[in-house]
């Protein structure tokens, strides 16, 4: 009979762990789970708006550029075709080496568009929303 009662209570043990600490889901999930969602949602945000920053920053180097170009023109669409092109066009502004240092996704690279007289550059944010950031002469506009 001595091991029928250990069987019986090592077979219930996992239902009473169960039943003492159900009551404790709630409290895990305000204390520990949305914190880390939280802190995730923050890093987003702030990665998206390093990116958009960084965009502003080149929109303003590409709003100087035909005020000191010989063209007067935006640099043309062969001039800026990848990112160290754009370094080179926009060298005054020191960008890194590296388009993840701006908050940019390597793996989208940028689009780069211009006749001229308007340009269009856009990138995409590292953020977990990938959120594709368009500079034009008009403004900065984020889209997902």
Excluded at 51 to 69: D, E, F, G, H, Q
Excluded at 118 to 127: D, G, I, K
């Amino acid at each position: 009979m001595c091991w029928f009662k250990q069987y019986l209570i090592l077979s219930l043990l996992p239902f009473f762990f169960l039943l003492l600490f159900s009551g404790c889901e709630k409290a895990v999930e305000e204390e520990v789970i949305k914190p880390i969602e939280m802190m995730y949602g923050q890093k987003n945000i702030a990665t998206a708006e390093a990116a958009i920053s960084n965009v502003r920053t080149v929109r303003a180097a590409l709003m100087r550029y035909p005020a000191l170009s010989e063209s007067n023109e935006y640099p043309g669409e062969m001039e800026m075709f990848n990112y160290d092109s754009l370094r080179e066009v926009l060298v005054d502004e020191n960008l890194p080496p590296d388009m993840t240092e701006l908050m940019w996704d390597p793996s989208f690279g940028f689009t780069y568009r211009s006749d001229g007289y308007t340009f269009t550059f856009e990138v995409r944010a590292l953020s977990g929303e990938r959120e594709i950031i368009t500079a034009t002469p008009g403004g900065v506009t984020k889209s997902q």
